[in-house]
């Protein structure tokens, strides 16, 4: 068992299972299952080139699975099968669902390969959320 050093704060890691729509500041280790790009396009609108890329990768840990959405440069980083960690990750709702996404306040580090085995059968961007608005009386 490694002591951990007094003075240095460990961020709390956050279980995909325990991630809710409207919330922010999470940091997750999670396994790439699989990615897809969904939009590739050059914007020759500055002084160079701008590629926009965008991957719709699934990701998890062994308390289920998300969609994360994944901008530029952080594509090149969700390979399948990698293991990564997502600091100040935040949760974006698209058409009812949950996607997780980082920002520029957060960031996606390649890591060493998580011993746990994804539970694949919890999508939590499979449940649907109804956007229910309350009307203050």
């Given at each position: 068992?490694?002591?951990?050093?007094?003075?240095?704060?460990?961020?709390?890691?956050?279980?995909?299972?325990?991630?809710?729509?409207?919330?922010?500041?999470?940091?997750?280790?999670?396994?790439?299952?699989?990615?897809?790009?969904?939009?590739?396009?050059?914007?020759?609108?500055?002084?160079?080139v701008r590629?926009?890329?965008?991957?719709?990768?699934?990701?998890?840990?062994?308390?289920?699975?998300?969609?994360?959405?994944?901008?530029?440069?952080?594509?090149?980083?969700?390979?399948?099968?990698?293991?990564?960690?997502?600091?100040?990750?935040?949760?974006?709702?698209?058409?009812?669902?949950?996607?997780?996404?980082?920002?520029?306040?957060?960031?996606?580090?390649?890591?060493?390969?998580?011993?746990?085995?994804?539970k694949e059968?919890?999508?939590?961007?499979?449940?649907?959320?109804?956007?229910?608005?309350?009307?203050?009386?």
């Amino acid at each position: 068992m490694a002591e951990s050093k007094p003075g240095l704060r460990k961020p709390t890691f956050t279980k995909v299972d325990q991630l809710r729509p409207g919330t922010s500041g999470h940091t997750l280790t999670v396994k790439v299952v699989s990615t897809k790009m969904v939009l590739q396009k050059g914007r020759a609108d500055g002084p160079q080139v701008r590629q926009m890329r965008i991957a719709e990768c699934l990701v998890g840990d062994e308390t289920g699975l998300i969609i994360f959405t994944a901008r530029n440069d952080q594509v090149d980083l969700m390979k399948e099968g990698s293991t990564v960690i997502l600091r100040n990750a935040k949760i974006d709702m698209f058409k009812g669902s949950m996607r997780l996404a980082v920002d520029k306040w957060g960031r996606v580090e390649v890591t060493e390969p998580a011993d746990f085995t994804v539970k694949e059968d919890n999508n939590l961007s499979l449940i649907e959320y109804e956007l229910v608005n309350v009307v203050e009386e």
